[in-house]
């Protein structure tokens, strides 16, 4: 009860439309995650900038490789990335930006382990810190009151992704929103 609760307050909080982002856009001509900008007001590789910059003004959503390592929480204000949510918004955006296939695309998912790995940091200033456990399938209080603050919208389906084992899978739109 007390999670239905908190998601009618994210999103009644969160509702405002959100401004133009210099983040990453989705592939040319791509719309299988239509449904997520169509839903949330932008991709979600602005989404995920916008989160992470919370914590760190400079922040930018790179353009990831797909078959390379992407990014890391690594900024020394960890709060904002060491959560389920950005590991979600972050796993989506790499969805968005390498789906060449359209509604076909089998999807781009990460392996058991890989939430933990982005975890750890590898860049300066951070080198070898672990951000710790995270909060799964929350935001801390003060980071949910920033998000609100911000007008950054989060989707009621990003509080119940999480797979246990540290994976993530790329499932349909009907996947996201029936849960």
């Given at each position: 009860?007390?999670?239905?609760?908190?998601?009618?307050?994210?999103?009644?909080?969160?509702?405002m439309?959100?401004?133009a982002?210099?983040?990453?856009?989705c592939?040319n001509?791509?719309?299988?995650?239509?449904?997520y900008?169509?839903?949330i007001?932008?991709?979600?590789?602005?989404?995920y900038q916008?989160?992470?910059?919370?914590?760190?003004?400079?922040y930018t959503?790179?353009t990831?490789a797909i078959?390379?390592?992407?990014?890391?929480c690594?900024d020394?204000?960890?709060t904002c990335?060491c959560?389920?949510i950005a590991w979600?918004?972050?796993m989506?955006?790499i969805?968005?930006?390498?789906?060449?296939?359209?509604v076909?695309?089998?999807?781009?998912?990460?392996g058991?382990?890989?939430y933990y790995?982005y975890?750890?940091?590898?860049?300066?200033p951070?080198?070898?810190i672990y951000?710790?456990?995270?909060h799964?399938?929350?935001l801390?209080?003060?980071l949910?009151q920033?998000v609100c603050?911000r007008g950054?919208r989060l989707g009621?389906f990003l509080y119940?992704i999480f797979?246990p084992d540290?994976?993530?899978y790329a499932?349909?739109r009907?996947?996201?929103?029936?849960?």
């Amino acid at each position: 009860m007390a999670r239905w609760i908190l998601s009618l307050s994210v999103l009644s909080c969160c509702w405002m439309m959100v401004s133009a982002s210099s983040a990453p856009t989705c592939y040319n001509g791509s719309d299988t995650l239509q449904w997520y900008m169509d839903a949330i007001g932008e991709t979600p590789c602005a989404t995920y900038q916008r989160l992470r910059q919370i914590c760190n003004d400079n922040y930018t959503t790179p353009t990831w490789a797909i078959d390379t390592p992407t990014d890391q929480c690594d900024d020394p204000l960890s709060t904002c990335c060491c959560n389920s949510i950005a590991w979600s918004i972050r796993m989506l955006c790499i969805n968005c930006e390498w789906d060449e296939f359209g509604v076909g695309d089998p999807g781009h998912s990460a392996g058991a382990g890989a939430y933990y790995n982005y975890r750890w940091s590898t860049g300066v200033p951070n080198n070898g810190i672990y951000c710790g456990d995270g909060h799964n399938q929350t935001l801390p209080e003060t980071l949910q009151q920033a998000v609100c603050d911000r007008g950054i919208r989060l989707g009621d389906f990003l509080y119940n992704i999480f797979w246990p084992d540290g994976s993530w899978y790329a499932h349909s739109r009907a996947s996201f929103v029936s849960s």
